[in-house]
């Protein structure tokens, strides 16, 4: 057992401790254990992580993060911006996975369309912290919505993340953390990133939806990758 599926493990260990919200009848449905964490698709010798809220019905079906309605819309625009033409195979839907790596703020799909509380995002946190920060080599974060983005509060000055979040710029500017992790060994690990913030790529969210592509696009532009 390698030492990213002892991170899957401990997350299971984690899930089974104590009860919280979890939609276990699309687990069921998807003949899918839900206790068992969809932590993240990608690799880890990337530059780009894209970091949404949490899984759908689509992702638990498919045992990976950001392939619903809202995760296709991130697909087909990165595949369009990278090679000048649309997604046609499914080799093409799975191509992101080659240049970037993928998850959330909690690895399980909560009930509803409802966001997890602060309370499970906590229980969960280490287990990100050490996928972003010990396994994923990268350091531009491009997150999706304000419970991503918020998520990054803990590693910056307080009131910082809020006050950003106000801007009407801020869909345009970098905001830079510094990531803090400990490994199951206790060795204490730091990152520098920077994070990229986009709205929400669901197809309920009228302000932003239809403009999402070009805003990703710009975002995708501003580094080589």
């Known amino acids: 057992m390698n030492d990213y599926e002892i991170l899957l493990r401990r997350i299971c260990e984690e899930a089974e401790r104590q009860e919280f919200p979890i939609d276990i009848s699309v687990y069921k449905s998807a003949g899918k254990i839900p206790t068992e964490a969809i932590l993240s698709s990608g690799k880890f010798n990337t530059q780009i992580c894209f970091f949404g809220r949490d899984l759908g019905r689509d992702e638990v079906i ?75 080599q990268g350091n531009q974060i491009i997150t999706l919505g304000t419970e991503a983005f918020k998520w990054f509060s803990p590693y910056c000055e307080a009131g910082k993340i809020e006050e950003f979040w106000k801007r009407p710029d801020r869909y345009e500017l970098k905001f830079t953390v510094i990531l803090k992790a400990t490994d199951f060994h206790g060795k204490h690990y730091e990152r520098k990133v920077h994070l990229l913030p986009l709205p929400h790529p669901s197809p309920l969210n009228k302000q932003y939806y239809a403009r999402f592509p070009q805003m990703l696009r710009k975002r995708l532009n501003e580094f080589e990758f």
């Open 62 to 136: 498919q045992g990976q993060p950001l392939i619903g309605a809202s995760g296709m819309l991130v697909r087909k625009e990165f595949y369009r911006t990278l090679y000048s033409r649309e997604i046609i195979t499914k080799d093409d839907v799975q191509s992101i996975c080659r240049r970037a790596l993928l998850t959330n703020t909690v690895p399980y799909k909560p009930p509803g369309n409802k966001a997890y509380s602060h309370k499970v995002k906590e229980r969960f946190r280490p287990f990100i912290e050490q996928l972003l920060v010990v396994y994923w």
